[in-house]
């Protein structure tokens, strides 16, 4: 897992990967809640939708609780001495499910104690091995140190969930972490491939537009111009301190990253153009997840880019 000394969990996920992006969109999304974005079962076809599917079987580096690598890439359970665990090694398929988990420190006792990243002290992340069926919540903490995270309806298949956390006391004390396990979503499962890049893409009647090409071990920033019915969008609302939240998972081994926004909030009229800050540290395809609100809607854009 990794850390860094950046100001937010976001930042420093970012921080830690080396190398920047060549960017190329296609699109699959649908909106979700205002609290959350939540997109059970997305489809990597064409056009939205809610089926959702991924191969069977999870490899031995997918099984639940052997995530045990460090290579600061948001794929280990433990991370400088703070650790992810949950009990939870399976997840009802097709309704609403709750995965608990707690982050230990020293000793192994429960954390308790989190600062304040982009409004939240947590982001849990759940993802399908096949990058479709995306959801970001903002779970609940019990006095005990026990988080809940309430999932809407999950597909067949191998998840991934990341927690992305700063501590605000301890040794890790101001520093970012993202640590991941993976559950099993029993049932019959049917891997769907990622759509083929593109430069656009489309959500609830908006266009995202991406101009900039980044390419691998270069920093680079990228520009994200959004649009709706031809027309230049110039009404969107903050969403976690910022006018768009960017995560990324790479096609084949699910690495996390995060894709620091660098446009200043000034109110309830952002955009139409967003800037980001792009560094990721694998090359190959990476499935991009844009969210924005419009009229108190958070809307979600899957996005594939490809990394040279």
């Known amino acids: 897992m990794f850390t860094s000394s950046r100001p937010t969990v976001r930042r420093r996920a970012v921080a830690v990967a080396g190398t920047?992006?060549?960017?190329?969109?296609?699109?699959?999304?649908?909106?979700?809640?205002?609290?959350?974005?939540?997109?059970?079962?997305?489809?990597?076809?064409?056009r939205p939708s809610?089926?959702?599917?991924?191969?069977?079987?999870?490899?031995?580096?997918?099984?639940?609780?052997?995530?045990?690598?460090?290579?600061?890439?948001?794929?280990?359970?433990?991370?400088?001495?703070?650790?992810?665990?949950?009990?939870?090694?399976?997840?009802?398929s097709g309704k609403q499910a709750v995965y608990r988990f707690t982050v230990t420190g020293a000793g192994d006792k429960p954390v308790t104690g989190f600062?304040?990243?982009?409004?939240?002290?947590?982001?849990?992340?759940?993802?399908?091995?096949?990058l479709t069926g995306f959801q970001h919540l903002h779970p609940t903490m019990a006095p005990d140190g026990t988080w809940?995270?309430?999932?809407?309806?999950?597909?067949?298949?191998?998840?991934?969930?990341?927690?992305?956390?700063?501590?605000d006391s301890g040794?890790?004390?101001?520093?970012?972490?993202?640590?991941?396990?993976t559950v099993t979503v029993p049932g019959n499962a049917t891997k769907t491939p990622l759509p083929a890049a593109a430069t656009t893409a489309e959500v609830d009647g908006y266009t995202v537009t991406v101009k900039g090409a980044p390419m691998a071990g270069m920093a680079h920033p990228l520009s994200v111009t959004v649009s709706k019915d031809g027309r230049p969008v110039t009404d969107l609302q903050p969403y976690l301190d910022t006018y768009a939240h960017l995560t990324a998972f790479h096609e084949g081994t699910q690495e996390f990253a995060h894709l620091h926004p660098t446009t200043e909030v000034t109110g309830d009229r952002g955009g139409p153009d967003l800037a980001f800050h792009a560094?990721?540290?694998?090359?190959?395809?990476?499935?991009?997840?844009?969210?924005?609100?419009?009229?108190?809607?958070?809307?979600?854009?899957?996005?594939?880019?490809h990394v040279g």
């Open 279 to 305: 560094e990721l540290p694998t090359a190959g395809n990476w499935r991009l997840f844009l969210q924005f609100r419009t009229g108190g809607k958070l809307h979600t854009a899957a996005l594939t880019l």
């Open 20 to 46: 920047a992006v060549a960017l190329a969109l296609a699109l699959a999304a649908c909106g979700s809640s205002d609290d959350s974005s939540s997109m059970p079962g997305m489809d990597h076809g064409a």
């Open 171 to 181: 040794t890790g004390k101001g520093k970012g972490f993202v640590l991941s396990r």
């Open 148 to 167: 809940t995270a309430d999932l809407t309806a999950l597909a067949p298949g191998s998840w991934r969930t990341f927690a992305s956390f700063t501590p």
């Open 115 to 130: 600062a304040l990243d982009q409004t939240a002290r947590m982001h849990f992340y759940a993802i399908r091995s096949d």
């Open 50 to 92: 809610v089926s959702s599917s991924r191969s069977a079987s999870p490899s031995m580096g997918d099984m639940p609780g052997m995530d045990h690598t460090s290579d600061g890439n948001g794929l280990s359970d433990t991370r400088d001495g703070y650790r992810l665990t949950s009990k939870d090694t399976t997840l009802p």
